[in-house]
């Protein structure tokens, strides 16, 4: 577990050397996250979910410093350092001031709120400079980042099967809730289809250096649009499954993002500037066939939530709904091909 003073003696402005007015903390099913002034501290919470194991002080230090490592590539001005955490002789926590290391944190730069790009979405600010600039952006970190053989290896037809037919078997029980049988059945069989007749494409993806060790998690909100920068954050550090892919299905999730907040003409100009600033002329052929991959993995992270029994009705409702629409969203793609 960590640190039972850890919370307490973090969300005391009088922690921090350099002296914020307040502290905020947020907190996520995995983090606790302390935004203090100009900076922001994230501790990983001693959890396991299978997916992840942050158990143990070790595992949170080597995840601490996977996460600063692997989020430079994408905001090398928002990710600086991990600093220790340590615990005195009077049983004080001090950060980065020596005694026995209790704990570590990841520390960053704080973002404005209010230049995310969901933020900015949600205020209709977001103009078509802004998404050819992330695009842009984006083809310029990706082709910076090598196909080596390790990463090949989640390209292969099996890994890739793998993660959708995952997503299915572990949805199964919401149809009829949610989503009904018969939308599930199709996304279903459409998915496998695509994957039993282009293997040929995907061995094509590989060959053309396609699969890399990628963002993992690339939506609205992990994009940040500055006036001189581009900032992409909280790439995925704890499942190398989860990260290690084909660029497109990082592509294809900013994109049905756009989709999702009924802006796809934004996702399609996204989509177009990447292609022709990476020259991956490949992409398009399977960017449905993860759209639909990612679609379906925002709908299960959702269907989880409908499993939380200590969710209020309405925000079970909220997510029952929610996760219909990511399905129904989903399905369009099958059923109004080009």
């Given at each position: ?5 850890l919370v ?10 350099h ?51 692997l ?5 090398p ?26 704990e ?33 952006y ?37 149809a009829?809730?949610?989503?009904s ?73 900013l ?13 399609d ?70």
């Amino acid at each position: 577990m960590n640190h039972p003073a850890l919370v307490e003696s973090m969300t005391r402005p009088s922690f921090y050397p350099h002296g914020p007015d307040t502290v905020e903390l947020i907190q996520t099913h995995i983090s606790f996250i302390f935004i203090a002034g100009d900076l922001v501290y994230k501790v990983k919470k001693a959890v396991d979910f299978g997916f992840l194991d942050f158990t143990t002080l070790e595992k949170r230090k080597r995840y601490c410093s996977e996460e600063i490592l692997l989020n430079k590539r994408f905001a090398p001005g928002v990710y600086t350092d991990v600093v220790e955490i340590g615990e005195n002789g009077a049983g004080n926590l001090l950060l980065g001031n020596g005694g026995t290391v209790v704990e570590y944190a990841v520390r960053m730069k704080r973002i404005p709120e209010d230049r995310m790009l969901y933020r900015l979405m949600e205020a209709g600010k977001v103009t078509k400079h802004d998404v050819k600039r992330v695009g842009k952006y984006l083809a310029r970190v990706y082709g910076n980042i090598p196909s080596d053989e390790k990463a090949k290896e989640f390209g292969t037809f099996d890994a890739i099967s793998e993660n959708v037919i995952e997503n299915f078997d572990q949805t199964r029980k919401y149809a009829g809730g949610p989503v009904s049988k018969e939308k599930f059945d199709a996304l279903e069989s459409w998915s496998r289809s695509f994957m039993d007749k282009n293997s040929a494409l995907f061995n094509m993806r590989i060959g053309q250096g396609c699969i890399k060790d990628c963002h993992g998690d690339l939506h609205l909100q992990h994009i940040c649009i500055e006036d001189d920068t581009v900032s992409v954050f909280d790439c995925i550090e704890f499942n190398e499954r989860f990260r290690f892919g084909d660029v497109a299905s990082d592509v294809a999730f900013l994109s049905m993002d756009f989709d999702f907040n009924g802006r796809s003409d934004l996702g399609d100009i996204f989509v177009n500037v990447y292609v022709d600033e990476s020259g991956d002329a490949t992409l398009p052929a399977v960017l449905r066939f993860y759209k639909v991959y990612r679609a379906m993995v925002r709908a299960k992270v959702t269907s989880f939530m409908l499993d939380d029994t200590g969710l209020d009705n309405v925000s079970h409702r909220r997510a029952f709904q929610r996760a219909g629409q990511y399905y129904d969203l989903a399905y369009t793609y099958v059923t109004h091909e080009d």
